[in-house]
C-alpha cells in the first residue's frame, strides 16, 4: 500500500504544478453535459495523473477520463483531477487534487493535495485530528458555491439544537474534509450534486483521522462503485 501511496502522491504533485500553470495565466472555461465548468487545467491534470499512475497497473477512472463500465473493477483509481473548479474559476485558491484506490467498493487510500497552499495530506497520516484542537465553538462547513437551502434546514432542524452556538463556515472542495480530518471543524453538511470521484479521496482520508460520511437518508457509509456515480445527500463527521 505504501507503493500505491507513493504514487499518488508523485502524480498529485505534478498535476498541481501543471494546474498552477495554467492558474497563473488567463485560461478558457468550457460547460460540459452536465452543467459543470471544466478548464484545460482539469484536462492537463487528468492526464499526468493517468501516466504516472500507469506503472501499478490498475484500472484508472477519472472525471475527465471515464471507462464505458467499471463492474468489473474490484480494485481501481478513482480520480477528481481538479476538484472545486468553481473556485478555480473564481480564483480563489480553494480547489484541490484527489486521488483514491478504490478496494471492494470502499475508498482504502486517499490523496488530497492543495496547489495554491501547496499542502498534502493522505490516508496515511497519523495524528490528523490532533492538528487543530483548539476550536471551542462547534463548527459547521458548508460549500462556497453550492450551498443549498436543504442545508440550512438540515443545520436548524438536527444540530443547531444540540449545538445552538455553532458556527457556520464556507469552503471550498475537499478542504471541508481536511479541516474535519485535522479537527479543525467538526461536520460538514452536503445536499449539492457530488459524485463518487468529488468524496472517495477524502472519504479515506477522514476514514482514517477517526471520522465518517454518511448518508443523510439511512445513516449508513457513502458507497462506492454503484452502477451510477451521483452521490445522496450526505453529512460529513469529524473525529
Given at each position: 500500500?505504501?507503493?500505491?501511496l507513493?504514487?499518488a502522491?508523485?502524480?498529485?504533485?505534478?498535476?498541481?504544478?501543471a494546474?498552477?500553470?495554467?492558474?497563473?495565466?488567463?485560461f478558457?472555461?468550457?460547460?460540459?453535459d452536465?452543467?459543470?465548468?471544466?478548464?484545460?487545467?482539469?484536462?492537463?491534470?487528468?492526464?499526468?495523473?493517468?501516466e504516472m499512475?500507469?506503472?501499478?497497473?490498475?484500472?484508472?477512472?477519472?472525471?475527465?477520463?471515464?471507462?464505458?463500465?467499471?463492474?468489473?473493477?474490484?480494485?481501481y483509481?478513482?480520480?477528481?483531477?481538479?476538484d472545486?473548479?468553481?473556485?478555480?474559476?473564481?480564483?480563489?485558491?480553494e480547489?484541490?487534487v484527489?486521488?483514491?484506490?478504490i478496494?471492494?467498493?470502499?475508498?482504502?487510500l486517499?490523496?488530497i493535495?492543495?496547489?495554491?497552499?501547496?499542502?498534502?495530506?493522505t490516508s496515511?497520516?497519523?495524528?490528523?485530528?490532533?492538528?487543530?484542537?483548539?476550536?471551542?465553538?462547534f463548527?459547521?462547513?458548508?460549500?462556497?458555491?453550492?450551498?443549498?437551502?436543504e442545508?440550512?434546514?438540515?443545520?436548524?432542524?438536527?444540530?443547531?439544537?444540540?449545538h445552538?452556538?455553532?458556527?457556520?463556515?464556507?469552503?471550498?472542495?475537499?478542504?471541508?474534509?481536511?479541516?474535519?480530518a485535522?479537527g479543525?471543524?467538526?461536520?460538514?453538511?452536503?445536499?449539492?450534486?457530488?459524485k463518487e470521484?468529488?468524496?472517495?479521496?477524502?472519504?479515506?482520508?477522514?476514514?482514517?483521522?477517526?471520522?465518517?460520511?454518511?448518508?443523510?437518508?439511512?445513516?449508513?457509509?457513502?458507497?462506492?462503485?454503484?452502477?451510477?456515480?451521483?452521490?445522496p445527500?450526505?453529512?460529513?463527521?469529524?473525529?
Amino acid at each position: 500500500m505504501k507503493t500505491l501511496l507513493h504514487y499518488a502522491i508523485d502524480a498529485a504533485l505534478e498535476a498541481g504544478k501543471a494546474i498552477m500553470e495554467v492558474y497563473a495565466q488567463p485560461f478558457e472555461v468550457y460547460t460540459k453535459d452536465d452543467d459543470s465548468p471544466v478548464t484545460q487545467a482539469d484536462l492537463r491534470a487528468s492526464n499526468i495523473i493517468k501516466e504516472m499512475l500507469k506503472p501499478t497497473g490498475l484500472p484508472f477512472v477519472s472525471e475527465e477520463d471515464l471507462p464505458p463500465d467499471r463492474s468489473q473493477f474490484n480494485r481501481y483509481w478513482l480520480v477528481d483531477p481538479l476538484d472545486g473548479t468553481a473556485e478555480f474559476v473564481k480564483r480563489n485558491g480553494e480547489f484541490t487534487v484527489n486521488i483514491a484506490l478504490i478496494d471492494n467498493k470502499q475508498p482504502v487510500l486517499g490523496v488530497i493535495y492543495a496547489p495554491v497552499l501547496d499542502k498534502l495530506w493522505t490516508s496515511e497520516d497519523k495524528n490528523l485530528s490532533t492538528l487543530n484542537t483548539q476550536h471551542s465553538t462547534f463548527t459547521v462547513l458548508v460549500s462556497r458555491s453550492h450551498r443549498t437551502p436543504e442545508v440550512d434546514a438540515y443545520i436548524n432542524k438536527v444540530l443547531r439544537p444540540a449545538h445552538p452556538d455553532l458556527v457556520i463556515d464556507t469552503q471550498g472542495s475537499s478542504l471541508k474534509f481536511a479541516r474535519l480530518a485535522e479537527g479543525s471543524a467538526d461536520v460538514y453538511v452536503c445536499y449539492s450534486k457530488t459524485k463518487e470521484w468529488d468524496t472517495a479521496a477524502a472519504d479515506a482520508i477522514l476514514r482514517a483521522a477517526g471520522g465518517k460520511v454518511l448518508r443523510i437518508s439511512d445513516g449508513q457509509p457513502l458507497e462506492y462503485s454503484k452502477k451510477e456515480y451521483p452521490n445522496p445527500p450526505f453529512v460529513a463527521w469529524a473525529k
